[in-house]
């Protein structure tokens, strides 16, 4: 993690690159085994899922076993899809698993 100016960011640890903008409220350890971490700024959170990096627009995030994540939006909920854009349908909200034999 990074720190500057009392903002924060996370940095790549292979390159030092930032992984994500270091203009965050607050970066969370990781929350579950899949490796999302949950960052805030404004009020509003994000994440940095591997290469995934989504914007802290959203209201509320729930980090969900097997690779889901749910998110509320503008009081609406929903999912992230795996390229981490908001979507109403469960079925497009799987990152990938095991047991996801559809995608």
């Known amino acids: 993690m990074a720190v500057e100016n009392g903002k ?3 940095l790549d640890a292979s390159d030092g ?3 994500t ?3 965050l ?4 350890e990781m929350l ?3 490796g999302a971490v949950p960052v805030e700024k404004d009020g509003k959170v994000g994440f940095l899922w591997l290469d995934t990096y989504t914007q802290p627009i959203f209201d ?3 980090l969900c076993s097997e690779s889901y994540i749910r998110v509320q939006l503008n009081g609406e909920w929903g999912w992230i899809d795996s390229d981490g854009k908001f979507t109403r349908k ?3 909200a799987s990152f ?3 047991y996801d034999l559809e995608k």
């Open 32 to 34: 579950d085994l899949d």
């Open 25 to 28: 409220d607050e970066v969370y």
């Open 17 to 19: 690159t930032e992984s």
């Open 21 to 23: 903008p270091i203009d």
């Open 96 to 98: 990938g698993n095991w």
């Open 8 to 10: 924060k960011g996370i």
């Open 90 to 92: 469960e079925s497009e």
């Open 60 to 62: 509320k995030v729930i």
